[in-house]
């Protein structure tokens, strides 16, 4: 009576779910495809082609949800399969179903083979400890579907094959146990053991960047530079304040010959010359006078302490800067230590 009043539950459950399945098809479609389908299955069992053949029968009876041959097909593909446990579960839905329509006949005949099948099957009982069970968030799962708690430490029939046992609750560490089941007259009990705490994650340290290598200091390379400027200006004064002088003194020589000669326009003309090469000689010295004060400033920052702080009250302070005064030009060092 029990696998009757099971069997006609499974029933019920397999009505709904394959009426919401197949809403979008009507009554007539539905046969039409089961039957095809089970034509096709019926091929493919001759040849002994178990999961093919099976996977068609339980679309039919998705389709047919009420057909009670469709089921023992389906059982019956099933045990070809080894899929034990499936065939003694198909064959209760068929029992239960007969036994509905009025077939009693036909239902103790499948009990019957039911009974029969039941010795034979492999079982397994999954356990779970109450401290286990105490764990917040406790999910346990046998091939990824949620055992609920009521079949905690029942023993169920099962398919044999290879199952996954598995366990998870926030914050612990998962619980997992691979087993390979026999196809018959085995019986497996798995123990979800404490799930221990989970370890919380390692901050990595942010990577520390080498030291960076010394470098000059900004002063020191300006002090370079600056030197280095005024070194080429002092050159470039020095030779134009030459030329500046050979200039004036070969307009001295052509004014005192165009003297001797009484020649007014050559002595306007060596005037002149005259004092273009003074301008030049001014000029020259300025700039040689500019680029020796830049040179002596470049000297003195290059040889500075490198340092960010602003220099003490008392330090040493260092002021270069050129002069001219007439003809003459030069650069002038003043200090105070």
Excluded at 25 to 52: P, V
Excluded at 292 to 300: D, Q, S, T
Excluded at 316 to 328: C, E, I
Aim: with cysteine; proline share 6%.
């Amino acid at each position: 009576m029990m696998n009757i009043l099971l069997g006609a539950a499974a029933v019920l459950a397999g009505v709904l779910v394959s009426t919401s399945a197949h809403a979008e098809l009507t009554e007539a479609e539905k046969r039409a495809a089961a039957e095809a389908l089970y034509a096709t299955a019926e091929g493919l069992l001759a040849k002994q082609d178990f999961t093919a053949a099976c996977a068609k029968l339980e679309e039919v009876v998705k389709l047919q949800p009420l057909g009670v041959g469709a089921k023992l097909t389906l059982a019956d593909c099933y045990l070809g399969a080894g899929k034990l446990a499936s065939a003694h579960a198909m064959l209760g839905q068929a029992a239960s179903l007969a036994a509905q329509a009025g077939q009693t006949a036909r239902a103790a005949e499948v009990q019957e083979r039911a009974a029969a099948l039941a010795p034979r099957l492999s079982k397994l009982t999954i356990a779970v400890p109450a401290a286990v069970q105490a764990t917040p968030g406790l999910v346990v799962r046998r091939d990824g579907a949620t055992v609920a708690a009521a079949l905690f430490g029942v023993t169920v029939p099962i398919d044999g094959g290879t199952h996954v046992v598995s366990a998870n609750a926030p914050e612990r560490l998962p619980f997992e146990r691979k087993l390979d089941i026999a196809p018959e007259g085995a019986a497996i009990t798995v123990e979800v053991g404490p799930l221990g705490a989970a370890q919380a994650p390692v901050a990595t340290p942010a990577p520390v960047s080498p030291p960076a290598e010394p470098g000059w200091p900004v002063l020191r390379v300006g002090g370079f530079v600056t030197g280095g400027l005024g070194l080429g200006l002092a050159v470039v004064g020095v030779a134009v304040a030459g030329s500046g002088i050979g200039r004036t003194n070969d307009a001295v020589d052509v004014f005192a010959a165009a003297q001797a000669r009484g020649d007014a326009n050559g002595e306007t003309a060596a005037r002149a010359e005259h004092d273009a090469a003074r301008t030049q000689t001014v000029a020259g010295w300025a700039t040689a006078g500019v680029g020796g004060a830049a040179l002596v400033a470049g000297i003195v920052m290059a040889a500075l302490p490198a340092g960010d702080a602003e220099p003490a009250t008392g330090s040493t302070t260092v002021r270069v800067g050129p002069w001219l005064d007439g003809t003459t030009a030069g650069a002038g060092l003043r200090g105070a230590w």
